[in-house]
């Protein structure tokens, strides 16, 4: 699943570590460069291979010597024409990728002292958007990996209007649920059972078309899912799953035996919620969801958390600080059609 599997590339362990690593512009220059070219430079205009120019008032550029065409490092990445200098964007990528809460706007723009408190907001949201990959692959797959569904209802308050579920968001999930191997240090916990990859999409409602739709834009077909009972999730069977509905399953006990992977993964998600951000706006939840779905998938690889964030994050289409509060921005679902 991860996109880099090479090992040329260091990855700092500690803050000194990177600060000793990223000193500079020119040092950010210098990761990019090898990051995008492993086996060095060669001229996207003439694929012209060998050592470029280098201009030393602009280490984001390298230039050809066959045909001086000028290649930014930063194109087609999430860097790509910000004013904010690489090593900002590397301490937030940074920042983002090993912090496990993550790190709210106001915290980066005290931390690295940034003026104005919208460069660190844009920063935070166009990491956000490269947290996913259009093409994400759907998960579940061979029968050891069985997936549990559910949905849970997210933020906002019920004041005075009665019972109810006023103000909040219904959100999907599902998760994979994987075996640690017999023997090692940790099958004893939860049975050796773990939570695999994850996927989460606001839905419109808990009917059979948002539920099964969802399935079947986060789930391969023929992956045994397991849910509770509800109606909602009655056709599974017919679009190719196989599927398991748990009776009682508003029982805790029987929810945490049959479906333990998907309530850790929402008690996960309302703790982070809250804790890091203090609730979150139905108009960012997906956003949100997005943040939360790449760390929980990364969470045993920082390093591919970071390297996705600074190089594949540019293939993704980014806001600007503008459209974000135009509600022109449409953040992308986990599969892209939930929206
Ligand atoms: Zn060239």
Redesign the pocket.
Known sequence: MDIFDINDLPFPQSLPEFQRLFPDEIACAGYLERARWIGGFM??????IGEPFRISTRPGVLV??????EEGLTVGTVMERSHTPLSTWFWAAYLVATQTPGISAVQFQRQLRLRRYETAFGILHKLRAGMVRPDQDRIGGPPANHVEVDEVLIGGKTRGEGRGVHHKTLVTAAVEVRRREPGTAQDKRKDGRYAGRVRLAVAPDRSADSLCGFVQSAVMPGTLIVSDDWSGYGNLRKLGYDHHAIAECGDPEIAEEFMPMIHLVFSNLKTWLNGTHHGVSPKHLQAYLNEFTFRFNRRFHPFNAFRSLLGIAGGAETPTYAALYSSDWIHPTCSGCMS
């Open positions: 001229c996207p205009a003439c694929q012209e050809c010597r066959k045909c001086r065409h």
